[in-house]
T-cell receptor
Framework: NAGVTQTPKFQVLKTGQSMTLQCAQD?????MSWYRQDPGMGLRLIHY???????DQGEVPNGYNVSRSTTEDFPLRLLSAAPSQTSVYFC???????????FGPGTRLLVL | AQTVTQSQPEMSVQEAETVTLSCTYD???????LFWYKQPPSRQMILVIR??????QNATENRFSVNFQKAAKSFSLKISDSQLGDAAMYFC?????????????FGTGTKLQVIP
């Protein structure tokens, strides 16, 4: 069991570039989420999914898109990167509403 | 909306001593989950302990225990026999137990330093 995996670990982008952060889990969890972590703040929810084909917005969705074509994968797309999106991004998954949430190792993103 | 407050940005403890990290939360719900997560320098978020609000008994995991005071909306983490590997950021978190997707609300974290 690899758990929750994320790629890349670190990425540098220029303003205006687009990219996709990958997230995969092998625990057959229905719920998956993307968070961002900024200094002095806790984790904030960007987008989430309750199953393949179903996604919804969290607290800070602007500038990000998601899709969920399979149970395993939940990629996060930055459409046009901005310096304000410099952050550490975490993917998480859990088995429905009562399950314990497991986090990936994070992706550190720097937008210049 | 639920909020989670960690009023101690930083704390320190001597190795082998005991330390308590504070957390308060605000909610109008009666059924929910509370969590403590540890984030070491590797940035990996690791679940330390979980408490269901309907359980009166405080959760315990080896050297980690909580003091859950539901009426006071307080959820502190006690680390006994502190070890160097306990040095990390600790986040308190809340999640409603209602059905469907419920987001996790995190506090701003407490940085714990362990002094040899």
């Amino acid at each position: 069991n690899a758990g929750v995996t994320q790629t890349p670990k670190f990425q540098v982008l220029k303003t205006g570039q687009s990219m996709t952060l990958q997230c995969a889990q092998d625990m057959n969890h229905e719920y998956m989420s993307w968070y961002r972590q900024d200094p002095g703040m806790g984790l904030r929810l960007i987008h989430y999914s309750v199953g393949a084909g179903i996604t919804d917005q969290g607290e800070v969705p602007n500038g990000y898109n998601v899709s969920r074509s399979t149970t395993e994968d939940f990629p996060l797309r930055l459409l046009s990167a901005a310096p304000s999106q410099t952050s550490v991004y975490f993917c998480a998954s859990r088995r429905q509403s009562w399950g314990t949430q497991y986090f990936g190792p994070g992706t550190r993103l720097l937008v210049l | 909306a639920q909020t989670v407050t960690q009023s101690q940005p930083e704390m320190s403890v001597q190795e082998a001593e005991t330390v308590t990290l504070s957390c308060t939360y605000d909610t109008s719900e009666s059924d929910y989950y509370l969590f403590w997560y540890k984030q070491p320098p590797s940035r990996q978020m690791i679940l330390v302990i979980r408490q269901e609000a309907y359980k009166q008994q405080n959760a315990t995991e080896n050297r980690f225990s909580v003091n859950f005071q539901k009426a006071a909306k307080s959820f502190s983490l006690k680390i006994s026999d502190s070890q160097l590997g306990d040095a990390a950021m600790y986040f308190c978190a809340y999640r409603s137990a209602r059905g469907g997707y419920q987001k996790v609300t995190f506090g701003t974290g407490t940085k714990l330093q362990v002094i040899p």
